[in-house]
Nanobody
């Protein structure tokens, strides 16, 4: 069982930056693929970024070059550094974990953290 807790969301102006953190419980964190997803009001949840247990990274086209996902296995934490934020990045951001590949069907999910980007 893995429990995930996101933090770091908030209100920021367009062009600004935020760093989201996701703290995970469990002693096998390093073996899990981790990812970030987001859901804007009235829209479906969508993939943002993922990092494998071998630290290979994947990004949605909409965030590539602006967002960076990373992990610290010693701290059981995955991060999402978000730069050059746009109003369309406004959403609830969710952390996910899976023993295989992180998709919308991932095994474990956090409660989400709100990110609001003002124009």
């Amino acid at each position: 069982q893995v429990q995930l807790a996101e933090s770091g969301g908030g209100l920021v102006q367009a062009g600004g930056s935020l760093r989201l953190s996701c703290a995970a419980s469990g002693r096998t964190f390093s073996s899990y693929a981790m990812g970030w997803f987001r859901q804007a009001p009235g829209k479906e949840r969508e993939f943002v970024a993922a990092i494998s247990s071998g630290v290979r990274t994947y990004y949605a086209d909409s965030v590539r070059g602006r967002f960076t996902i990373s992990r610290d296995n010693a701290k059981n934490t995955v991060y999402l550094q978000m730069n050059s934020l746009k109003p369309e990045d406004t959403a609830v951001y969710y952390c996910a974990a899976d023993s295989q590949r992180v998709t919308l069907s991932a095994d474990y999910w956090g409660q989400g953290t709100q990110v609001t980007v003002s124009s």
